[in-house]
Nanobody, 124 residues
Framework: QVQLVESGGGLVQAGGSLRVSCTAS????????MGWFRQAPGKEREFVAG????????NYVDSVKGRFTISRDNAKNTVYLQMNSLKPEDTGVYYC?????????????????WGQGTQVTVSS
């Protein structure tokens, strides 16, 4: 059974940092593009960051550029999202997802596997 499990969410003050992790089990995702999405209450799930399987191409939504960094450790089958200078508008449930291919996409349907999400709350 393929599983993606997120961890590392929590409550942080504005300006602080958090690192969320996503560990895969059941198969390796070293050949898959990986992405992070988030969903705030009452809003649609939105793409935040992602990169290709090689890590050579990354993509970030404009609102997090310069603040968030996506990375992966293939030996641990884990993807990370380092979030710095957090703002209250970054609050939401953060989901990781594995792409159906080696490329990164912002489109939900491009992802075959999803984690259960981890809550990130940024207080003002």
């Amino acid at each position: 059974q393929v599983q993606l499990v997120e961890s590392g969410g929590g409550l942080v003050q504005a300006g602080g940092s958090l690192r969320v992790s996503c560990t895969a089990s059941g198969r390796t995702f070293s050949s898959s593009g990986m992405g992070w999405f988030r969903q705030a209450p009452g809003k649609e799930r939105e793409f935040v960051a992602g990169f290709s399987s090689s890590g050579g191409y990354s993509n970030y939504v404009d609102s997090v550029k310069g603040r968030f960094t996506i990375s992966r450790d293939n030996a641990k089958n884990t993807v990370y999202l380092q979030m710095n200078s957090l703002k209250p508008e970054d609050t939401g449930v953060y989901y990781c997802a594995a792409s159906r291919s080696a490329i990164v996409t912002r489109i939900h349907s491009g992802y075959a596997y999803w984690g259960q999400g981890t809550q990130v709350t940024v207080s003002s």
